[in-house]
């Protein structure tokens, strides 16, 4: 579905991703961890267009070449990025927020149905459904920014430390709440998450970001998260 | 008393038109950072065609409605050429500097055109009696532009919190980034917001234009500097502190010239200015954001 090879991307000269691989199938749950500053965030940036990457790269989804194209362009092919930090618009409402996040779609009773219906999974954000979403607390707000992404109805949701900042048991209901809502839709993500232990509770495969490249790879089945750790600082003193 | 009050219907009437002088250019701040120094002068290039075209013998009203697009078009050209590419390499205050160049270029290419004596026109556009109120003459013409600014206000208002391409605004406004990754194509919004600030200032021109029946190419930069007084008085974030900064500098400036002495309009309005950026930089209405340039 989502298939990237020779992803290199930099802010000015020096590239933070260096010929980066990977493949997310349908319905499979990519995550991809390691250390900060590993390139994770820049990785997702470049795959909804916000980074324009290196001319070598190719970013194929779906059959098609997406490298170099606009946000609005890859939206409409069905990714939508949950960005890093809870990313509400805090002046507008919860239900604002999550109709801004159907802005793509031109089916408006659909619209409204899949607001409701969110709402109604989620009674938290639902009782503060008209105040700004900026009054939410961290974890109303991250279950709020997922439920925008999935207003644009993608097949591939990039999903940016839900994590983040949120009290350990939060942690837990955003992640029963991704879980719920990965298997009733099928749909395929891609997980940057520092916290290996929530991410391959949810993933199929995992993978390590260190230096700007990819340091490993495998299924969540064949592993433990201390070996995933043990792959964080691979490249630090060795050469 | 009576003197009073009908120097605050006057200075209403004025502050109207500076209130939708004001929509537009603060919201093109509030909204992308940029202080749109061209913003008058488009609005005067636009109404110089529509007079042109008034001498070629076309109906005032059908004139003005060209002169609205002209000048939506202008406002989005100005964007476009000049402004975007400085704003997309950082370059804010180079972006304001060539914002004022925009202003005396047009300025200039409209004295070319139209030489710099002022141009009048004809009486009875619109009725300009008045009503009697307890011994106050209340224009017909000053409360017709508070009634046009007060409903041109509450549409855009509803329209940013209803439309989806009004939301779209809100959204840009409130994170840029986050916005585009929802589909929005921020170009095409930008193009929007400066159309509108040509189009709802142009409204403004025009009852300028009803009020006074003349135009002069000096009137561009004032536009732009009274947009400017205004939005720092209301306060930037909201549609209807334009509307009430504007109306406050209508007041005043209609009140110095009673009591004090219209040669000390300019020292005062400034004065004004300076005291609401030293002392409430947030304006009366605006939210706590750093005023940036």
Not at chain 1, 71 to 86: K, M, S
Not at chain 2, 119 to 128: C, K
Not at chain 2, 227 to 254: D, K, M, P, V, Y
Request: aromatic share 8%; with cysteine.
């Amino acid at each position: 579905m989502l298939s990237v090879e020779n992803l290199t991307v930099g802010y000015g000269k020096a590239p933070v991703l260096n010929d980066v691989d990977l493949n997310v199938a349908r319905g499979e749950i990519l995550a991809v961890c390691g250390p900060n500053g590993a390139g994770k965030s820049t990785l997702l940036r470049a795959l909804s267009g916000q980074l324009k990457p290196h001319q070598r790269s190719r970013i194929e989804f779906n059959g098609t070449s997406i490298v170099g194209k606009n946000p609005a362009y890859i939206v409409n092919q069905g990714i939508a990025l949950c960005p890093e930090g809870r990313q509400v618009f805090p002046r507008m409402t919860t239900e604002d927020n999550l109709r801004i996040g159907a802005y793509t779609r031109t089916d408006r009773s659909a619209v409204d149905a899949d607001i409701e219906d969110y709402l109604a999974q989620w009674p938290v954000i639902e009782r503060r459904r008209d105040s700004s979403a900026g009054l939410l607390s961290g974890g109303e707000q991250q279950i709020l920014v997922i439920g925008r992404a999935l207003m644009s109805n993608p097949t591939l949701l990039l999903l940016d430390e839900p994590s983040l900042g949120l009290a350990p048991v939060l942690v837990d209901r955003v992640y029963e709440g991704l879980k719920k809502i990965t298997q009733e839709r099928e749909l395929s993500v891609l997980l940057v998450e520092q916290n290996v232990v929530k991410a391959m509770e949810l993933a199929d495969r995992i993978a390590v970001l260190s230096h700007g490249t990819k340091s490993f790879e495998a299924d969540v089945a064949s592993v433990t998260s201390d070996e995933v750790g043990s792959h964080y600082f691979e490249h630090v003193g060795g050469e | 008393m009576d003197y009073f009050l009908q120097q605050l219907v006057n200075g209403t009437g004025v502050g109207a038109q500076y209130a939708l002088w004001c929509v537009g250019y603060g919201m093109v701040y509030q909204v992308l950072g940029q202080l749109h120094f061209a913003h008058g002068d488009t609005l005067v290039f636009a109404a110089f065609v529509g007079f042109t075209l008034i001498v070629l013998g076309m109906p005032f009203w059908i004139a003005m409605t060209l002169a609205t697009v002209l000048a939506g078009l202008l406002a989005i050209s100005v964007e476009r050429v000049v402004y975007r590419p400085l704003i997309s390499r950082n370059l804010v205050f180079m972006a304001f500097v060539a914002a004022m160049a925009a202003g005396f270029m047009l300025r200039a290419i409209v004295q070319f055109f139209w030489g710099v004596q002022p141009r009048n026109f004809d009486e009875g556009i619109l009725p300009t009696g008045s009503w009697d109120v307890f011994g106050v003459r209340v224009g017909y013409l000053p409360m017709l532009n508070l009634v046009v600014a007060v409903a041109i206000v509450i549409a855009f208002e509803q329209f940013l919190r209803r439309s989806k391409h009004g939301q779209a605004i809100v959204a840009i406004s409130e994170d840029r980034s986050t916005a585009e990754l929802m589909g929005i194509q921020i170009n095409r919004i930008i193009a929007l917001i400066y159309g509108f600030s040509g189009v709802i200032g142009m409204i403004g021109l025009i009852l300028y234009i009803t009020n006074f029946r003349t135009l002069t190419i000096g009137l561009g930069f004032a536009i732009t500097l009274k947009a400017f007084i205004a939005a720092i008085i209301g306060g930037i974030g909201s549609i209807r502190a334009a509307l009430l900064g504007g109306i406050l500098l209508g007041i005043t400036e209609s009140m110095v010239s009673a009591y004090m002495s219209s040669i000390l309009l300019d020292a005062t309005v400034f004065g004004l200015l300076i005291v609401f950026l030293l002392l409430m930089p947030n304006g009366l209405m605006g939210q706590k954001t750093q005023l940036k340039l």
